[in-house]
Protein backbone atom coordinates (compact mmCIF):
# COMPACT_ATOMS: atom_id res chain seq x y z
CA UNK A 1 0.00 0.00 0.00
CA UNK A 2 1.29 3.13 -1.13
CA UNK A 3 -0.15 6.56 0.91
CA UNK A 4 -1.09 9.85 -1.38
CA UNK A 5 -2.44 12.57 0.92
CA UNK A 6 -2.65 10.51 4.29
CA UNK A 7 -4.88 7.99 2.40
CA UNK A 8 -3.67 4.33 2.18
CA UNK A 9 -4.04 3.07 -1.37
CA UNK A 10 -4.44 -0.58 -2.89
CA UNK A 11 -2.52 -1.52 -6.04
CA UNK A 12 -5.92 -1.77 -7.55
CA UNK A 13 -7.23 2.12 -6.85
CA UNK A 14 -3.26 3.00 -7.82
CA UNK A 15 -4.00 2.00 -11.28
CA UNK A 16 -7.65 3.17 -11.45
CA UNK A 17 -6.36 6.57 -10.73
CA UNK A 18 -3.33 6.74 -13.19
CA UNK A 19 -5.78 5.69 -15.87
CA UNK A 20 -7.98 8.00 -15.07
CA UNK A 21 -5.79 11.04 -14.52
CA UNK A 22 -3.53 9.97 -18.13
CA UNK A 23 -3.49 13.06 -20.11
CA UNK A 24 -2.01 11.66 -23.19
CA UNK A 25 -4.72 11.07 -24.75
CA UNK A 26 -6.20 13.92 -26.65
CA UNK A 27 -9.79 14.99 -25.38
CA UNK A 28 -12.06 14.78 -28.18
CA UNK A 29 -15.32 16.59 -26.69
CA UNK A 30 -17.22 20.08 -27.56
CA UNK A 31 -17.53 22.41 -25.17
CA UNK A 32 -21.49 21.76 -25.12
CA UNK A 33 -20.73 17.93 -23.97
CA UNK A 34 -18.15 19.00 -21.19
CA UNK A 35 -20.32 21.21 -19.74
CA UNK A 36 -23.03 18.07 -19.71
CA UNK A 37 -20.58 15.84 -18.31
CA UNK A 38 -19.29 18.22 -15.79
CA UNK A 39 -22.84 18.79 -14.54
CA UNK A 40 -23.37 14.93 -14.46
CA UNK A 41 -20.76 14.67 -12.27
CA UNK A 42 -21.48 17.32 -10.23
CA UNK A 43 -24.52 15.75 -9.26
CA UNK A 44 -22.98 11.95 -9.07
CA UNK A 45 -20.22 13.25 -7.01
CA UNK A 46 -22.78 14.50 -4.20
CA UNK A 47 -24.66 11.52 -4.43
CA UNK A 48 -21.16 9.59 -3.71
CA UNK A 49 -20.61 12.09 -1.05
CA UNK A 50 -23.98 12.01 1.09
CA UNK A 51 -25.23 8.28 0.29
CA UNK A 52 -23.97 5.53 2.32
CA UNK A 53 -24.17 3.41 -0.39
CA UNK A 54 -21.42 1.74 -2.27
CA UNK A 55 -23.11 1.94 -5.62
CA UNK A 56 -23.03 5.74 -5.58
CA UNK A 57 -19.08 5.41 -5.28
CA UNK A 58 -19.22 3.28 -8.07
CA UNK A 59 -21.06 4.83 -10.26
CA UNK A 60 -19.35 8.07 -9.78
CA UNK A 61 -16.32 6.51 -10.70
CA UNK A 62 -17.58 4.00 -13.83
CA UNK A 63 -18.72 7.56 -15.06
CA UNK A 64 -15.05 9.68 -15.16
CA UNK A 65 -13.81 5.88 -16.22
CA UNK A 66 -15.98 5.92 -19.29
CA UNK A 67 -15.57 9.81 -19.82
CA UNK A 68 -11.86 9.00 -19.79
CA UNK A 69 -12.60 5.68 -22.31
CA UNK A 70 -14.92 7.71 -24.73
CA UNK A 71 -13.83 11.48 -24.89
CA UNK A 72 -10.07 11.09 -23.33
CA UNK A 73 -11.30 13.74 -20.31
CA UNK A 74 -9.91 13.45 -16.74
CA UNK A 75 -11.02 14.53 -13.58
CA UNK A 76 -9.28 17.45 -13.87
CA UNK A 77 -11.41 18.68 -17.20
CA UNK A 78 -15.08 17.49 -15.19
CA UNK A 79 -14.01 19.32 -12.48
CA UNK A 80 -13.11 16.70 -10.23
CA UNK A 81 -10.06 17.30 -7.94
CA UNK A 82 -7.70 14.14 -6.71
CA UNK A 83 -7.92 14.48 -3.04
CA UNK A 84 -12.31 14.18 -3.51
CA UNK A 85 -11.01 11.05 -5.45
CA UNK A 86 -8.61 9.45 -2.50
CA UNK A 87 -11.66 10.90 0.14
CA UNK A 88 -14.56 9.12 -1.50
CA UNK A 89 -12.11 5.49 -2.64
CA UNK A 90 -11.56 5.72 1.51
CA UNK A 91 -15.15 5.95 2.10
CA UNK A 92 -15.57 2.27 -0.37
CA UNK A 93 -13.01 0.86 1.71
CA UNK A 94 -14.62 1.49 4.74
CA UNK A 95 -18.16 0.24 3.32
CA UNK A 96 -17.44 -2.67 1.74
CA UNK A 97 -17.68 -5.65 3.93
CA UNK A 98 -15.31 -7.72 1.99
CA UNK A 99 -12.77 -5.30 1.80
CA UNK A 100 -13.17 -5.12 -2.10
CA UNK A 101 -11.97 -1.66 -2.96
CA UNK A 102 -13.18 0.84 -5.74
CA UNK A 103 -9.88 -0.05 -7.91
CA UNK A 104 -10.85 -3.56 -7.86
CA UNK A 105 -14.29 -3.64 -8.54
CA UNK A 106 -14.72 -0.52 -11.06
CA UNK A 107 -11.06 -1.17 -12.94
CA UNK A 108 -11.14 -4.60 -12.35
CA UNK A 109 -14.02 -6.68 -11.34
CA UNK A 110 -16.52 -4.38 -13.61
CA UNK A 111 -15.09 -4.82 -16.89
CA UNK A 112 -14.98 -8.86 -16.84
CA UNK A 113 -18.48 -8.85 -16.01
CA UNK A 114 -18.85 -6.32 -19.22
CA UNK A 115 -16.82 -9.28 -21.30
CA UNK A 116 -18.23 -12.02 -19.59
CA UNK A 117 -21.80 -10.64 -20.80
CA UNK A 118 -20.54 -10.12 -24.57
CA UNK A 119 -19.71 -14.07 -24.60
CA UNK A 120 -23.63 -14.74 -23.79
CA UNK A 121 -25.05 -12.21 -25.57
CA UNK A 122 -25.33 -14.23 -28.84
CA UNK A 123 -27.27 -16.84 -27.16
CA UNK A 124 -29.33 -14.69 -25.14
CA UNK A 125 -30.68 -13.33 -28.48
CA UNK A 126 -31.23 -16.27 -30.43
CA UNK A 127 -32.03 -19.47 -27.97
CA UNK A 128 -35.48 -18.59 -27.47
CA UNK A 129 -36.32 -17.96 -31.51
CA UNK A 130 -33.73 -21.42 -31.64
CA UNK A 131 -34.24 -23.79 -29.64
CA UNK A 132 -37.18 -22.80 -27.72
CA UNK A 133 -38.16 -24.81 -24.11
CA UNK A 134 -41.31 -26.89 -24.26
CA UNK A 135 -42.44 -24.47 -21.54
CA UNK A 136 -41.77 -21.88 -23.75
CA UNK A 137 -43.94 -23.43 -26.91
CA UNK A 138 -46.31 -24.38 -24.45
CA UNK A 139 -49.56 -22.48 -26.10
CA UNK A 140 -48.34 -24.16 -29.29
CA UNK A 141 -48.00 -27.66 -28.16
CA UNK A 142 -51.49 -27.38 -26.19
CA UNK A 143 -52.87 -26.23 -29.70
CA UNK A 144 -51.53 -29.37 -31.22
CA UNK A 145 -52.73 -31.73 -28.42
CA UNK A 146 -56.21 -30.60 -29.36
CA UNK A 147 -55.96 -31.17 -32.44
CA UNK A 148 -54.15 -34.83 -32.07
CA UNK A 149 -56.87 -35.77 -28.95
CA UNK A 150 -59.84 -34.76 -32.07
CA UNK A 151 -58.11 -36.99 -34.90
CA UNK A 152 -57.48 -39.89 -32.32
CA UNK A 153 -61.16 -39.47 -30.88
CA UNK A 154 -58.97 -39.46 -27.56
CA UNK A 155 -61.15 -38.17 -24.38
CA UNK A 156 -59.26 -35.63 -21.66
CA UNK A 157 -59.13 -39.05 -19.64
CA UNK A 158 -57.31 -41.10 -22.08
CA UNK A 159 -55.02 -38.36 -22.60
CA UNK A 160 -54.12 -37.53 -19.01
CA UNK A 161 -53.66 -41.38 -17.94
CA UNK A 162 -50.35 -43.49 -18.74
CA UNK A 163 -53.17 -46.14 -20.15
CA UNK A 164 -55.04 -43.91 -22.57
CA UNK A 165 -51.05 -42.28 -23.78
CA UNK A 166 -49.93 -46.32 -24.80
CA UNK A 167 -53.55 -47.34 -25.79
CA UNK A 168 -53.35 -44.78 -28.59
CA UNK A 169 -49.61 -44.99 -29.44
CA UNK A 170 -48.71 -44.36 -32.79
CA UNK A 171 -47.54 -46.76 -34.64
CA UNK A 172 -49.43 -46.31 -37.95
CA UNK A 173 -47.70 -44.74 -40.85
CA UNK A 174 -50.54 -43.25 -41.94
CA UNK A 175 -52.34 -41.83 -38.76
CA UNK A 176 -49.17 -40.20 -38.50
CA UNK A 177 -49.25 -38.42 -41.67
CA UNK A 178 -52.34 -37.25 -41.04
CA UNK A 179 -51.32 -36.12 -37.72
CA UNK A 180 -48.15 -34.22 -38.56
CA UNK A 181 -48.98 -33.58 -42.49
CA UNK A 182 -46.29 -35.71 -43.19
CA UNK A 183 -45.78 -35.31 -47.03
CA UNK A 184 -46.38 -38.92 -49.73
CA UNK A 185 -42.97 -38.92 -50.42
CA UNK A 186 -41.79 -38.99 -46.49
CA UNK A 187 -44.63 -41.56 -45.84
CA UNK A 188 -43.87 -43.52 -48.39
CA UNK A 189 -40.07 -43.84 -47.09
CA UNK A 190 -41.07 -44.15 -43.51
CA UNK A 191 -43.44 -47.18 -44.61
CA UNK A 192 -40.18 -48.67 -46.35
CA UNK A 193 -38.19 -48.26 -43.17
CA UNK A 194 -41.02 -49.36 -40.71
CA UNK A 195 -40.97 -52.89 -42.65
CA UNK A 196 -37.24 -53.17 -40.37
CA UNK A 197 -37.68 -51.01 -37.75
CA UNK A 198 -40.66 -50.47 -35.16
CA UNK A 199 -42.14 -47.08 -34.66
CA UNK A 200 -43.99 -45.71 -31.88
CA UNK A 201 -44.72 -42.54 -30.26
CA UNK A 202 -47.39 -41.54 -27.60
CA UNK A 203 -49.64 -39.19 -28.61
CA UNK A 204 -48.24 -36.19 -25.79
CA UNK A 205 -45.02 -36.96 -27.34
CA UNK A 206 -46.30 -36.33 -30.76
CA UNK A 207 -47.74 -33.46 -29.60
CA UNK A 208 -44.15 -31.75 -29.57
CA UNK A 209 -43.33 -31.94 -32.71
CA UNK A 210 -44.26 -29.03 -34.70
CA UNK A 211 -45.85 -29.80 -38.31
CA UNK A 212 -43.75 -28.07 -41.21
CA UNK A 213 -40.85 -27.04 -39.53
CA UNK A 214 -38.21 -29.02 -41.72
CA UNK A 215 -36.08 -31.80 -39.44
CA UNK A 216 -38.14 -30.64 -36.73
CA UNK A 217 -36.14 -32.30 -33.55
CA UNK A 218 -38.77 -34.35 -31.95
CA UNK A 219 -39.68 -35.56 -35.34
CA UNK A 220 -35.93 -36.81 -36.70
CA UNK A 221 -35.97 -38.69 -32.71
CA UNK A 222 -39.14 -40.35 -33.42
CA UNK A 223 -39.66 -41.13 -36.61
CA UNK A 224 -37.41 -43.25 -38.72
CA UNK A 225 -36.19 -42.06 -42.23
CA UNK A 226 -34.74 -44.00 -45.33
CA UNK A 227 -31.13 -43.34 -44.03
CA UNK A 228 -31.63 -46.50 -41.49
CA UNK A 229 -31.91 -48.97 -44.23
CA UNK A 230 -30.20 -47.04 -47.10
CA UNK A 231 -27.05 -46.06 -44.97
CA UNK A 232 -24.09 -48.48 -46.24
CA UNK A 233 -22.02 -50.66 -43.15
CA UNK A 234 -21.58 -53.59 -41.36
CA UNK A 235 -23.92 -53.39 -38.12
CA UNK A 236 -21.55 -54.53 -35.14
CA UNK A 237 -23.10 -56.95 -32.75
CA UNK A 238 -25.62 -55.90 -30.47
CA UNK A 239 -24.22 -54.01 -27.90
CA UNK A 240 -22.87 -55.64 -25.19
CA UNK A 241 -23.25 -58.85 -26.55
CA UNK A 242 -19.72 -59.34 -26.11
CA UNK A 243 -19.54 -57.84 -22.74
CA UNK A 244 -22.90 -59.76 -21.15
CA UNK A 245 -21.30 -62.42 -18.53
CA UNK A 246 -25.25 -63.68 -17.33
CA UNK A 247 -28.69 -63.65 -18.38
CA UNK A 248 -29.94 -60.12 -18.79
CA UNK A 249 -27.04 -58.75 -17.80
CA UNK A 250 -24.09 -56.25 -19.22
CA UNK A 251 -20.91 -56.06 -17.65
CA UNK A 252 -18.27 -53.16 -18.52
CA UNK A 253 -16.93 -52.58 -15.55
CA UNK A 254 -16.18 -54.59 -11.95
CA UNK A 255 -18.57 -52.61 -9.39
CA UNK A 256 -21.51 -51.78 -12.35
CA UNK A 257 -23.43 -53.88 -13.63
CA UNK A 258 -27.22 -53.77 -16.09
CA UNK A 259 -30.02 -55.28 -16.23
CA UNK A 260 -31.89 -55.13 -19.65
CA UNK A 261 -35.62 -55.57 -17.83
CA UNK A 262 -37.43 -54.98 -20.66
CA UNK A 263 -37.65 -54.35 -24.68
CA UNK A 264 -40.28 -52.10 -24.09
CA UNK A 265 -40.24 -48.16 -24.62
CA UNK A 266 -43.23 -45.84 -25.10
CA UNK A 267 -41.23 -44.41 -27.60
CA UNK A 268 -38.90 -46.12 -30.30
CA UNK A 269 -35.83 -43.77 -30.72
CA UNK A 270 -34.33 -43.38 -34.65
CA UNK A 271 -30.73 -43.26 -32.67
CA UNK A 272 -31.32 -46.32 -30.27
CA UNK A 273 -28.12 -47.48 -28.86
CA UNK A 274 -29.89 -50.99 -28.27
CA UNK A 275 -31.27 -51.18 -31.15
CA UNK A 276 -30.94 -54.89 -32.15
CA UNK A 277 -32.48 -55.57 -28.37
CA UNK A 278 -36.07 -54.01 -29.45
CA UNK A 279 -37.61 -56.95 -31.60
CA UNK A 280 -40.65 -57.48 -32.95
CA UNK A 281 -42.98 -57.55 -30.21
CA UNK A 282 -42.74 -56.03 -26.70
CA UNK A 283 -41.68 -58.56 -23.61
CA UNK A 284 -41.42 -58.26 -19.91
CA UNK A 285 -39.23 -61.17 -19.13
CA UNK A 286 -39.82 -65.25 -17.09
CA UNK A 287 -39.38 -64.08 -13.27
CA UNK A 288 -36.50 -67.05 -14.36
CA UNK A 289 -34.76 -64.70 -16.32
CA UNK A 290 -34.66 -62.05 -13.79
CA UNK A 291 -33.74 -64.80 -11.10
CA UNK A 292 -30.53 -65.46 -13.06
CA UNK A 293 -29.43 -62.11 -13.30
CA UNK A 294 -29.97 -61.43 -9.47
CA UNK A 295 -28.05 -64.88 -8.85
CA UNK A 296 -25.18 -63.40 -10.62
CA UNK A 297 -25.18 -60.13 -8.63
CA UNK A 298 -25.39 -61.89 -5.38
CA UNK A 299 -22.55 -64.26 -6.52
CA UNK A 300 -20.34 -61.16 -7.10
CA UNK A 301 -20.06 -59.33 -4.24
CA UNK A 302 -17.62 -56.33 -5.93
CA UNK A 303 -20.85 -55.11 -7.88
CA UNK A 304 -22.01 -52.32 -5.52
CA UNK A 305 -24.46 -50.44 -8.60
CA UNK A 306 -27.32 -51.93 -10.62
CA UNK A 307 -28.80 -50.15 -13.51
CA UNK A 308 -32.20 -51.45 -14.74
CA UNK A 309 -32.66 -50.50 -17.98
CA UNK A 310 -34.36 -51.92 -21.18
CA UNK A 311 -36.25 -50.97 -23.05
CA UNK A 312 -37.54 -48.27 -20.39
CA UNK A 313 -37.60 -49.54 -16.80
CA UNK A 314 -40.67 -47.47 -16.17
CA UNK A 315 -42.63 -49.12 -18.52
CA UNK A 316 -42.52 -52.35 -16.24
CA UNK A 317 -45.64 -52.77 -14.03
CA UNK A 318 -45.36 -51.37 -10.45
CA UNK A 319 -45.69 -54.36 -9.06
CA UNK A 320 -42.52 -55.98 -11.16
CA UNK A 321 -40.81 -52.61 -10.31
CA UNK A 322 -41.31 -52.72 -7.13
CA UNK A 323 -40.24 -56.85 -6.75
CA UNK A 324 -37.61 -55.80 -8.59
CA UNK A 325 -35.99 -52.80 -6.24
CA UNK A 326 -36.75 -54.95 -2.93
CA UNK A 327 -35.04 -58.00 -4.50
CA UNK A 328 -31.26 -56.03 -5.29
CA UNK A 329 -32.51 -53.92 -1.75
CA UNK A 330 -31.63 -57.38 -0.68
CA UNK A 331 -28.64 -57.91 -1.85
CA UNK A 332 -26.26 -56.56 0.95
CA UNK A 333 -23.07 -55.45 -1.48
CA UNK A 334 -25.69 -54.01 -3.94
CA UNK A 335 -25.42 -50.49 -2.47
CA UNK A 336 -26.73 -48.10 -5.57
CA UNK A 337 -29.79 -48.60 -7.56
CA UNK A 338 -30.44 -46.42 -10.87
CA UNK A 339 -33.62 -46.51 -13.14
CA UNK A 340 -32.93 -45.74 -16.90
CA UNK A 341 -35.76 -44.05 -18.28
CA UNK A 342 -37.30 -41.85 -21.25
CA UNK A 343 -40.82 -41.88 -19.79
CA UNK A 344 -40.64 -38.61 -18.04
CA UNK A 345 -40.50 -37.12 -21.33
CA UNK A 346 -42.25 -39.41 -23.75
CA UNK A 347 -45.07 -40.03 -21.30
CA UNK A 348 -44.91 -38.20 -18.11
CA UNK A 349 -48.63 -39.17 -17.54
CA UNK A 350 -46.88 -42.44 -16.46
CA UNK A 351 -45.31 -40.79 -12.85
CA UNK A 352 -48.18 -41.27 -10.45
CA UNK A 353 -48.18 -41.82 -6.53
CA UNK A 354 -47.98 -45.37 -6.40
CA UNK A 355 -44.86 -45.35 -8.61
CA UNK A 356 -43.24 -42.05 -6.60
CA UNK A 357 -44.07 -44.01 -3.14
CA UNK A 358 -42.56 -47.28 -4.55
CA UNK A 359 -39.11 -45.01 -5.92
CA UNK A 360 -39.68 -43.46 -2.42
CA UNK A 361 -39.81 -46.63 -0.34
CA UNK A 362 -36.80 -47.96 -1.95
CA UNK A 363 -34.53 -44.76 -1.91
CA UNK A 364 -35.40 -44.91 1.92
CA UNK A 365 -33.30 -48.07 1.99
CA UNK A 366 -30.69 -47.60 -0.70
CA UNK A 367 -30.35 -44.65 -2.96
CA UNK A 368 -32.03 -44.62 -6.44
CA UNK A 369 -31.11 -42.43 -8.63
CA UNK A 370 -32.93 -42.45 -12.25
CA UNK A 371 -31.06 -41.59 -15.32
CA UNK A 372 -33.46 -40.02 -17.90
CA UNK A 373 -32.46 -39.10 -22.02
CA UNK A 374 -33.40 -35.19 -22.70
CA UNK A 375 -32.09 -34.14 -25.94
CA UNK A 376 -34.38 -30.53 -26.81
CA UNK A 377 -35.41 -28.00 -24.64
CA UNK A 378 -38.48 -28.71 -26.19
CA UNK A 379 -38.88 -31.63 -24.35
CA UNK A 380 -39.67 -29.79 -20.93
CA UNK A 381 -42.85 -28.60 -20.63
CA UNK A 382 -44.75 -27.92 -17.43
CA UNK A 383 -45.93 -31.17 -17.29
CA UNK A 384 -42.80 -33.07 -17.86
CA UNK A 385 -41.21 -30.70 -15.93
CA UNK A 386 -43.58 -31.47 -12.55
CA UNK A 387 -43.01 -35.05 -13.62
CA UNK A 388 -39.14 -34.48 -12.71
CA UNK A 389 -39.79 -32.64 -9.68
CA UNK A 390 -42.09 -35.17 -8.45
CA UNK A 391 -39.04 -37.32 -8.64
CA UNK A 392 -36.33 -35.62 -7.95
CA UNK A 393 -38.06 -35.17 -4.01
CA UNK A 394 -38.89 -38.94 -3.81
CA UNK A 395 -34.89 -40.02 -4.85
CA UNK A 396 -31.52 -39.28 -4.45
CA UNK A 397 -30.97 -37.84 -7.95
CA UNK A 398 -32.17 -37.51 -11.37
CA UNK A 399 -29.69 -37.01 -14.11
CA UNK A 400 -29.82 -36.74 -17.89
CA UNK A 401 -27.36 -38.78 -20.67
CA UNK A 402 -28.36 -36.72 -23.55
CA UNK A 403 -27.55 -38.16 -27.14
CA UNK A 404 -25.16 -35.54 -29.38
CA UNK A 405 -27.68 -35.54 -32.42
CA UNK A 406 -27.36 -33.90 -36.38
CA UNK A 407 -29.91 -31.17 -36.79
CA UNK A 408 -31.16 -31.65 -32.98
CA UNK A 409 -29.05 -30.50 -30.39
CA UNK A 410 -24.91 -29.93 -32.12
CA UNK A 411 -24.83 -26.39 -31.65
CA UNK A 412 -23.70 -24.28 -28.93
CA UNK A 413 -27.22 -22.46 -28.62
CA UNK A 414 -29.36 -25.46 -28.58
CA UNK A 415 -27.11 -27.67 -26.14
CA UNK A 416 -26.71 -24.61 -23.57
CA UNK A 417 -30.35 -24.59 -24.01
CA UNK A 418 -30.85 -27.59 -23.36
CA UNK A 419 -28.91 -27.79 -20.04
CA UNK A 420 -29.97 -24.74 -18.77
CA UNK A 421 -33.28 -25.90 -18.92
CA UNK A 422 -33.19 -29.45 -17.96
CA UNK A 423 -30.94 -27.98 -14.92
CA UNK A 424 -34.42 -25.64 -13.64
CA UNK A 425 -36.28 -28.94 -14.42
CA UNK A 426 -34.79 -30.50 -11.09
CA UNK A 427 -32.80 -32.88 -13.50
CA UNK A 428 -29.06 -33.01 -13.67
CA UNK A 429 -27.10 -32.70 -16.82
CA UNK A 430 -24.25 -35.92 -16.30
CA UNK A 431 -23.15 -37.12 -19.74
CA UNK A 432 -23.13 -36.33 -23.61
CA UNK A 433 -22.45 -39.34 -25.34
CA UNK A 434 -21.86 -38.81 -28.99
CA UNK A 435 -23.75 -40.65 -30.96
CA UNK A 436 -23.13 -44.52 -31.87
CA UNK A 437 -20.87 -45.64 -34.18
CA UNK A 438 -22.05 -49.34 -33.97
CA UNK A 439 -24.80 -48.95 -35.69
CA UNK A 440 -24.70 -47.45 -39.44
CA UNK A 441 -28.49 -46.90 -39.22
CA UNK A 442 -27.20 -43.94 -37.66
CA UNK A 443 -24.73 -42.67 -39.45
CA UNK A 444 -26.57 -39.46 -40.65
CA UNK A 445 -27.23 -38.36 -37.21
CA UNK A 446 -24.03 -38.50 -35.51
CA UNK A 447 -21.53 -35.41 -34.96
CA UNK A 448 -18.20 -34.87 -35.25
CA UNK A 449 -16.12 -35.15 -31.96
CA UNK A 450 -14.72 -31.90 -32.60
CA UNK A 451 -17.84 -30.24 -32.82
CA UNK A 452 -18.94 -32.03 -29.33
CA UNK A 453 -15.65 -30.78 -27.69
CA UNK A 454 -16.39 -27.44 -29.00
CA UNK A 455 -19.85 -27.35 -27.70
CA UNK A 456 -19.23 -28.76 -24.42
CA UNK A 457 -15.66 -26.51 -23.92
CA UNK A 458 -17.29 -23.67 -24.89
CA UNK A 459 -20.07 -24.05 -21.94
CA UNK A 460 -17.13 -23.34 -19.34
CA UNK A 461 -17.64 -19.83 -17.83
CA UNK A 462 -20.38 -19.17 -19.49
CA UNK A 463 -23.48 -21.39 -17.73
CA UNK A 464 -23.85 -22.97 -14.20
CA UNK A 465 -20.42 -25.74 -13.53
CA UNK A 466 -23.42 -28.54 -12.42
CA UNK A 467 -25.31 -27.72 -15.66
CA UNK A 468 -22.33 -28.60 -17.40
CA UNK A 469 -22.51 -32.47 -18.85
CA UNK A 470 -19.29 -34.55 -19.62
CA UNK A 471 -18.64 -35.62 -22.94
CA UNK A 472 -18.22 -38.86 -23.75
CA UNK A 473 -17.84 -42.15 -26.28
CA UNK A 474 -19.03 -45.55 -25.85
CA UNK A 475 -16.21 -47.76 -27.47
CA UNK A 476 -16.27 -50.85 -24.50
CA UNK A 477 -17.06 -48.49 -21.91
CA UNK A 478 -17.47 -44.85 -21.38
CA UNK A 479 -14.49 -42.67 -22.48
CA UNK A 480 -14.48 -39.00 -21.64
CA UNK A 481 -13.55 -36.61 -24.97
CA UNK A 482 -12.97 -33.59 -22.93
CA UNK A 483 -9.97 -31.65 -25.17
CA UNK A 484 -7.23 -31.00 -22.54
CA UNK A 485 -6.66 -27.34 -21.25
CA UNK A 486 -3.37 -28.42 -20.62
CA UNK A 487 -0.94 -26.89 -22.41
CA UNK A 488 2.54 -27.95 -20.60
CA UNK A 489 5.09 -27.67 -17.50
CA UNK A 490 7.39 -25.31 -16.22
CA UNK A 491 9.19 -24.77 -13.31
CA UNK A 492 6.63 -26.54 -11.22
CA UNK A 493 3.78 -24.78 -13.39
CA UNK A 494 1.16 -26.05 -15.06
CA UNK A 495 0.33 -23.60 -17.74
CA UNK A 496 -3.67 -24.07 -18.66
CA UNK A 497 -5.91 -22.33 -21.10
CA UNK A 498 -9.12 -21.00 -20.27
CA UNK A 499 -11.83 -23.26 -22.55
CA UNK A 500 -13.99 -20.07 -22.34
CA UNK A 501 -11.48 -17.36 -23.63
CA UNK A 502 -8.27 -18.73 -24.80
CA UNK A 503 -6.41 -16.68 -22.06
CA UNK A 504 -3.64 -19.07 -20.85
CA UNK A 505 -2.34 -18.96 -17.10
CA UNK A 506 0.17 -20.73 -14.99
CA UNK A 507 -1.15 -22.67 -12.44
CA UNK A 508 1.38 -23.48 -9.47
CA UNK A 509 1.11 -27.64 -8.99
CA UNK A 510 1.65 -29.29 -5.65
CA UNK A 511 5.23 -29.46 -4.72
CA UNK A 512 5.86 -33.14 -4.83
CA UNK A 513 8.08 -33.71 -2.21
CA UNK A 514 5.74 -32.44 -0.34
CA UNK A 515 3.00 -35.01 -1.64
CA UNK A 516 5.31 -37.32 -0.79
CA UNK A 517 5.53 -36.10 3.45
CA UNK A 518 3.89 -38.85 5.33
CA UNK A 519 4.50 -36.80 8.52
CA UNK A 520 1.66 -34.22 8.05
CA UNK A 521 -1.33 -33.72 9.69
CA UNK A 522 -1.83 -35.64 12.89
CA UNK A 523 0.72 -37.97 11.07
CA UNK A 524 3.37 -35.78 12.87
CA UNK A 525 2.64 -36.20 16.33
CA UNK A 526 3.02 -39.90 15.90
CA UNK A 527 5.85 -40.63 18.64
Known amino acids: MNSEGGHALDPFTEELLEELFDATIEPNASDDLRAELRNNMALLKERARTEQR ?25 GVAKEELLELAEKHRKLDEHGVTVGGRVGKALPIVREAKSRIADYLERHAQEAPSGVESWDRILENQARIKKQLNMSDEDWNSY ?15 EIIGLPEKAAADVRRITQTYRMRMTPYYASLIFPGELNDPILLQAVPTGEMVDN ?23 RVVTIKATNMCA ?4 HCLRIAHIGAKDRIYSKEAYGEALDYIRDNPEIRDVLVTGGDSLVLPNSMLEWLLGELDGIDHVRMKRLGTRIPVTTPQRVDAELLDILEASNDRKPVRVVTQINTAREITPVSKAAFKAVAKRVAAVMNQAVLLKGINDTRVKMWKLCETIHEAYVRPYYVFNCSYRNPQFAHLRVPVAVGQDIIESMYGNISGDAIPRYIATAGGKIPLHKTNLLGRKDGNIRMQKPWSGERVMYPDADPKEYARTDFGFGKYEE
Not at 58 to 75: E, I, K, N
Not at 165 to 170: E, G, K
Not at 233 to 253: C, K, M, N, T, W
Open 54 to 78: IGAVVDFFSALADAHADYGLTPDHL
Open 163 to 177: SGQLRYAIESVDVLA
Open 232 to 254: AGIEIPPVAADHSPARLIDQFYP
Open 267 to 270: MYCT
